[in-house]
C-alpha cells in the first residue's frame, strides 16, 4: 500500500493505528542528531578562476565541461552578462555562496542527512571589492529512483544564515519540499526522445504540459500541516557549508530506496528558474533561453548569447549512489 493512502479501520484496530500515529508523529517532532555522511562529491570551484581584463577590471569565467546544458549541469555562480576580454568569456560579479564545492550525504535509521560546502560567504565585483553575505539564498537537492528524476522530489531551504536562531542548530523554518507527482521532470514529451539528457532544443515538446515538482508537501519543515520531518542548520565547525536533515520514512523513502537513488542532483540558486514547476531546466529553457558561461564565436557565448540568460547566479553538483 502506498504510504499515503491510509484506510480507515474501527474498533480496537483504530485506537491501535491512532497510537502508531502518535508514536509516529512524535518520532517526526525529534531534534535530528550529528549528521552522517558517507557519500562525498566534487564539484567545479569557480573561485579560483578570477583573472583581470582589457579595462583592468577584475573577471570570472568557467572550467571547461563545468556547465553542460545538455545534461542539466550548471556552473553559474555569477551574473548573468559575460565580456570577452583577453581571449577569456567572463562575468564581473561572483558569489562565493552560490559556489557549491563538495558536497556530502548520508543517513542512519530516521534521518537523510545532507551537506552543501559553498566556496566562502561573500560577493566579489569588478573592483575588487568584497561584501559578506552569508548563506542568504536558496540551498536544496533533488533524490528520485528514477535516472531522470521523475517522480521524485525537491527539497529545500530560503536563506538559512537568517530563519533559524541559533543559524547553528536545526530548525524547520524556511524548509520546503515539492513532489513530482505525475512524473514529468526529466521531460514530459509524449512523443519523439525524452529524459534528462533530451533538450527542449532536441525536441521542443519536452516542455509540453510540463509542470516539474508540482505539488508542495512540505512547509517550515512540516509536512501537510503535520508533524516536522525537515530541518536546516549551518555547520557548526563550518558557516559555509549547509546541512539538511529529512526524516526520510515520513515522506516515503526507505533505506532500501535511499541506496537505489539514480538520481541525487543538489543546488544553490539566487536567480533565474526558482519556480518548482520548472525542472528541470534544459526541459523548461531551449539553449537559446538558458544562455550559457561557455565561450563561443564573436565574442559570444556557445549558444550566441551575451552570457547567461533564463539559468543564471545559481550552480548544481551532482552525487554519487550510497554504497
Avoid at 40 to 52: E, L, W
Avoid at 117 to 135: V, Y
Wanted: aromatic share 12%; charged share 30%.
Amino acid at each position: 500500500m502506498e504510504w499515503w493512502k491510509v484506510r480507515g479501520v474501527r474498533g480496537a484496530f483504530a485506537a491501535a493505528g491512532l497510537a502508531a500515529c502518535l508514536v509516529a508523529a512524535s518520532a517526526a517532532q525529534a531534534q535530528p542528531g550529528d549528521p552522517v555522511y558517507f557519500m562525498k562529491a566534487k564539484d567545479c570551484d569557480t573561485s579560483d578562476n578570477r583573472f583581470v581584463g582589457d579595462d583592468g577590471r577584475f573577471y570570472w569565467d568557467v572550467d571547461a565541461n563545468c556547465d553542460r546544458y545538455q545534461i542539466d549541469r550548471y556552473e553559474r555562480p555569477m551574473t548573468q552578462t559575460f565580456y570577452s576580454t583577453r581571449g577569456r568569456f567572463g562575468a564581473v560579479e561572483y558569489f562565493e555562496y552560490l559556489d557549491i564545492n563538495r558536497v556530502r550525504a548520508g543517513f542512519d535509521d530516521q534521518y537523510l542527512y545532507v551537506q552543501i560546502d559553498l566556496a566562502g560567504r561573500d560577493h566579489l565585483n569588478s573592483d575588487g571589492d568584497r561584501d559578506e553575505k552569508g548563506m542568504i539564498e536558496r540551498y536544496g537537492f533533488r533524490i528520485s529512483t528514477d535516472k531522470d528524476g521523475r517522480y521524485g522530489v525537491l527539497i529545500v531551504a530560503d536563506q538559512p544564515e537568517v530563519k533559524n536562531e541559533p543559524n547553528t542548530r536545526f530548525g524547520p523554518i524556511g524548509t520546503f519540499g515539492y513532489r513530482d507527482t505525475d512524473g514529468d521532470v526529466g521531460g514530459a514529451a509524449d512523443e519523439g526522445p525524452t529524459g534528462l539528457k533530451v533538450t527542449k532544443s532536441d525536441n521542443p515538446d519536452e516542455e509540453d504540459g510540463m509542470n516539474g515538482y508540482d505539488k508542495a508537501f512540505i512547509s517550515d519543515g512540516r509536512i501537510d500541516g503535520g508533524g516536522r520531518v525537515l530541518w536546516v542548520r549551518l555547520d557548526p565547525s563550518d558557516d559555509t557549508r549547509v546541512e539538511f536533515a529529512l526524516d526520510y520514512g515520513a515522506i516515503g523513502f526507505s533505506q532500501d530506496d535511499l541506496r537505489a537513488l539514480k538520481y541525487f542532483h543538489f543546488e544553490a540558486i539566487k536567480g533565474g528558474e526558482k519556480d518548482p514547476q520548472n525542472y528541470l531546466w534544459n526541459d523548461k529553457n531551449t539553449k537559446q533561453e538558458a544562455g550559457s558561461p561557455n565561450p563561443g564565436r564573436n565574442g559570444e557565448s556557445e549558444f550566441g548569447t551575451e552570457g547567461c540568460k533564463n539559468v543564471y547566479e545559481t550552480d548544481t553538483a551532482r552525487g554519487k549512489r550510497f554504497k
